[in-house]
């Protein structure tokens, strides 16, 4: 990966443009980068490190999912608490999961 301040700056431009109620998947972000070549794992690297203005809690698994939870449960909470006071659809409550037909931002359309 190219680990530079250029690289980390465009993903978090485009995290920046997520509206409140939608989501990405760290796949999909990855993807919306282009010329870099970044993967999702990539992706969920660079966002640990996100300045304050980043909304990092809007970029989640491709299945509604909340990975970050393997590294901490507490900063999965905080992120579906984000989430849900945004009024981002869930799907599912027990467990905690998006409904991405709805909560997907398409950056062309919506």
Known sequence: MNETPETWEQVYAVV???????VLSYGELALSVPGVGLTARQVGHLLRF???DVPWHR??????????G???P?????????????ETPFSSQDPPRLDMRSAV?????D
């Open 16 to 22: 920046r443009q997520i509206p409140p109620g939608k």
């Open 50 to 52: 996100a300045p304050p």
């Open 59 to 68: 970029v989640v698994g491709w299945n509604g999912a909340f990975p970050v």
């Open 70 to 72: 393997k590294r901490s």
């Open 74 to 86: 507490e900063v999965r909470l905080q992120q579906i608490q984000r989430l849900q006071a945004e």
């Open 105 to 109: 931002w398409m950056a062309d359309g």
